[in-house]
């Protein structure tokens, strides 16, 4: 299979902001249970 460069550069972005966009709220999530685990 041969993909354009182009296309290619665009996928990746596309996968990059997706990665981020659904890795963000879990990032959150971790942070506010590390900082009620901290409490204790």
């Known amino acids: ?3 354009s460069t ?4 665009r996928f990746n972005c596309y996968k990059l ?3 981020k966009l ?3 709220p879990h990032f959150l999530k ?4 590390l900082c009620y685990l901290k409490k204790y």
């Open 30 to 33: 971790l942070q506010k249970i």
């Open 22 to 24: 659904w890795e963000f």
């Open 17 to 19: 902001l997706f990665y």
């Open 6 to 9: 182009l296309e290619y550069y």
């Open 1 to 3: 299979m041969v993909v």
